[in-house]
């Protein structure tokens, strides 16, 4: 089973930015502030596009107090990586190290954070469907250089592509696991990913394509100050009554109305947050 992180990183959109967006992000800001979770706001960068607010594709913090900094598949959005951010964690927090694998874009080989790895870190292990922007070397070598176990596999969406993320079909809970099972490519690698969910002490709560699509695998649990362990939803994914159920035997569901970032920004709430697993100084 999972510990979530207590504390969150975000990068607020610019004042300029649509409407809309900006509505959506203070409305999930506000939404952890009533329910008293810590989360740390940035304001975008004047020159980056929507994309920035997105943080979870190029940074990565792990609880050995490593701070990673990731390689990202498309070029313009290189210039997220924010060294006032790098120093935030360095001054407040029990920061080992902050490697910089940037330098393997150059070479193509590309892994965008929590985005692309859904991390157990109780267990030392790493869900990751490979895409263009998971490489499986680059994995690997990740995987290795901090001892945890990369567990991979494909996956598509109703349409059929291949998902470039895996916080697409996979929210870890604190003993359960949001899942698309629809989405996987092989019933062997589906198995595989169950029984070892299982076996980690997760229950497992399958969830639809039509729901993959309404972003309910980007759902993110964490837990508050009052040690209450909560799930941060949008509004878009619709829960079945037993999917309600399950979820609310360990956690507090709250929903966030998120349209307008989820229809121009492609992502929900997981890519709008960087949880932060490294103690505070």
Known sequence: MATPAELVLMVRP?????????????????AFKKHDVQAVVFEQDMDSSIDAIFPSCWLTTLPDGTVAVLPMYRRERRQEKRDDVLEYLRKYFLVNDIEDWSEFEVDGFFLEGTASMVMDHENK??????????????????????????????????????????????????????????????????????????????????????????????????TNAKGETLLFLSETALLTTEQRTAINASATIVKVPLNAIEQLGGASISSIVTPVFIPVA
Do not use: W
């Open 14 to 30: 610019t004042e300029n930015a649509d409407k809309g967006v900006l509505q959506d992000f203070d409305a999930l800001h506000t």
């Open 125 to 222: 292990l790493i869900y990751a469907c490979m895409s263009q922007r998971t490489h499986t070397a680059m994995l690997e070598k990740f995987a290795a250089a901090h001892r945890y176990k990369a567990i991979t596999f494909y996956a598509t969406d109703t349409a059929g592509k291949f998902l470039l993320h895996t916080n697409r079909l996979l929210c870890l809970g604190n003993d359960f696991a949001l899942l698309c099972e629809d989405a996987f490519v092989d019933d062997m690698d589906l198995m595989a990913v169950k029984q070892l969910l299982l076996s980690t002490g997760y229950r497992i709560i399958p969830f639809s394509h039509d729901q993959l699509e309404a972003f309910m695998g980007n759902a993110f649990c964490c």
